[in-house]
């Protein structure tokens, strides 16, 4: 069998047994391209081994591929290997035994600073019309700017992913409980929060809007057309939103989710307890965020003042 069939039907696979992203499908999808590229499509598959990926890999970081780009790269590969073998399309798998060397240099997430989600979040409650609203007992005046406030702060309050956030179905929110139930990758589940009474109105409001407008659908966000919104249509609403708030950075969701895991470290709250609200397999993962900002290591350190404890004891 040639690689480029291969490729494909091992994508076709990955669709249909496995539940992951459209972006991790993307990912891989790319991945395994790149090295058909660098083989060659017209080369059979009994003729990957260990020499080929490795001199693939070395070629990619010669390229001038990050380190996070190789792990990325490494691991769609090794699955692509593992499929072939189990398929028996490979005597062996030939990843077995190889190490490369791809880098542990990562990049700290970037998070939206405090004052730009001020403006953010004025910006989105202006143009919902919900300025100085504290009764959310009626359905929202304009579902549609409503919709997008209430995406907003859910990825701020949650952490959740955007694939997680346009996931969320009506029956899996406890208003009374504050809390949401959700299915995140590897169809692990778990439970965020609204963390505050506004949210909770908010949702409540925003579920009395879809009872008012006669949705059929059971997902919570709706877009224009009363169709459940999108992961990409919301990528474009954040867009839209930061602009029109006049901010001078591009914002996305997954800043958002950095953004809240970032603030609930910097307020002392446990690794651990981080780790189960951002739905993560490994505490390695979420052990990016344990990063200080200057201001938070400032503060910390000023308060301590170690020196003016050695001069007042003198």
Same mark, same amino acid.
């Given at each position: 069998m040639h690689i480029r069939q291969a490729h494909e039907q091992y994508i076709r696979w990955l669709l249909a047994t496995r539940d992951l992203s459209p972006h991790t499908i993307r990912a891989y999808d790319s991945d395994i391209s790149a090295f058909e590229r660098g083989l060659g499509a017209h080369r059979m598959v009994d003729q990957i081994d260990r020499d080929s990926? !490795? #001199?693939?890999m070395e070629a990619q970081r010669a390229a001038g591929l990050s380190a996070r780009s190789m792990r990325r790269r490494a691991s769609g590969l090794r699955g692509f290997c593992r499929w072939l073998a189990s398929r028996g399309l490979l005597h062996s798998d030939p990843?077995?035994?190889?190490? %490369? &060397? &791809?880098?542990? #240099?990562?990049?700290?997430?970037? !998070? !939206?600073?405090?004052?730009?989600?001020?403006r953010l979040f004025r910006s989105l409650r202006n143009a919902a019309g919900l300025v100085d609203a504290s009764d959310f007992d009626q359905p929202l005046p304009r579902p549609h700017e409503s919709t997008t406030l209430l995406a907003v702060a859910l990825l701020v309050a949650t952490g959740v992913r955007v694939n997680e956030l346009v996931s969320i179905d009506c029956q899996a929110i406890d208003l009374q409980g504050g809390s949401l139930r959700l299915l995140g990758k590897g169809r692990r589940e778990r439970h965020v929060f609204l963390t505050n009474d506004w949210l909770t109105g908010l949702t409540r409001a925003y579920l009395k809007t879809r009872s008012a407008l006669g949705l059929k659908h059971s997902r919570l966000l709706f877009n224009i057309r009363h169709e459940p919104l999108t992961a990409s249509a919301m990528r474009s609403r954040l867009l839209r939103a930061a602009q029109d708030a006049g901010l001078a950075?591009? %914002?996305?969701?997954?800043?958002?989710?950095?953004? =809240? =895991?970032?603030?609930?470290?910097? =307020?002392?709250?446990?690794?651990?307890?981080?780790?189960?609200?951002?739905?993560? &397999? #490994?505490?390695?993962?979420t052990e990016i965020y344990t990063h200080v900002s200057d201001r938070v290591l400032k503060r910390v350190v000023s308060d301590a003042d170690v020196l003016q404890e050695l001069l007042h004891h003198r």
């Open positions: 990926l !490795v #001199s693939f990843w077995i035994g190889t190490t %490369v &060397a &791809a880098g542990r #240099s990562r990049k700290l997430p970037r !998070v !939206v600073p405090t004052y730009d989600l001020d950075t591009r %914002v996305t969701p997954h800043m958002l989710r950095h953004t =809240a =895991a970032t603030q609930l470290i910097e =307020a002392g709250v446990d690794i651990r307890y981080i780790q189960r609200l951002l739905g993560h &397999a #490994s505490l390695s993962t």
